[in-house]
């Protein structure tokens, strides 16, 4: 995986040393569909992991919306699902890069 920056919903800056020593669950989307479902049925799986489990597994909900998917409405947002949840976002072009070097694709929402 080529080097990436993306932002994370408490403002950090999170790269590829995020990814290194354990588990990334990664969900793509944006929130106003599909995202209810997919995050409560990863809460459940979550939640069927031993405390030891759960320390090395992240699970990251990275929105390709940027633009409706602001810092802080992921934040408030991911409250509802589990505090271990972190959402990640970027640009346009940092979040092309990153889904394309994981396997994936996604057309933005006019």
């Not at 920056?5 to 950090?12: A, Q, V, W, Y």
């Not at 995202?35 to 699970?59: F, I, R």
Request: proline residues 6%.
């Amino acid at each position: 995986m080529r080097p990436f920056r993306l932002t994370g919903s408490d403002g950090s800056e999170f790269s590829n040393a995020n990814l290194r020593g354990h588990f990334s669950w990664a969900f793509f989307g944006f929130c106003p569909d599909i995202c209810p479902t997919t995050l409560s049925q990863l809460k459940l799986a979550y939640n069927q992991l031993n405390p030891n489990e759960q320390k090395l597994t992240d699970v990251l909900f990275v929105s390709v919306d940027p633009t409706r998917d602001t810092s802080g409405r992921l934040r408030d947002y991911l409250r509802f699902f589990h505090s271990d949840f972190s959402a990640l976002s970027g640009t346009g072009d940092q979040l092309k890069a990153f889904v394309f070097d994981v396997g994936g694709t996604f057309l933005p929402m006019p």
